[in-house]
């Protein structure tokens, strides 16, 4: 898959850098693709699903708190 029409919405520093090094992590809203819909590759999940904003913030996983900032930054 290769987007085509993208913005960056946010970026959060790996809050633990002794445990995974020194990162940025950068999101970036796409909004037009080519080369089918999203599909998982690799293990790290096990589902892919659209959520709308609001209840994906209230997700009980989220990887990092800072993940709800930066998905408000897309209404």
């Not at 445990?19 to 080519?34: E, P």
């Not at 709308?52 to 996983?61: E, P, T």
């Not at 800072?66 to 408000?72: A, F, G, M, N, R």
Request: aromatic share 10%; hydrophobic share 45%; glycine share 6%.
């Amino acid at each position: 898959m290769t987007p085509l029409v993208f913005r960056e919405v946010g970026a959060v520093i790996e809050p633990t850098p002794q445990v995974n090094g020194a990162v940025v992590y950068h999101f970036f809203a796409v909004s037009a693709w080519a080369g089918g819909e999203p599909r998982i590759v690799g293990d790290e999940h096990s589902e892919i699903r659209w959520f709308s904003i609001d209840a994906a913030c209230v997700l009980s996983d989220l990887a990092l708190p800072e993940y709800t900032t930066i998905l408000h930054k897309l209404t």
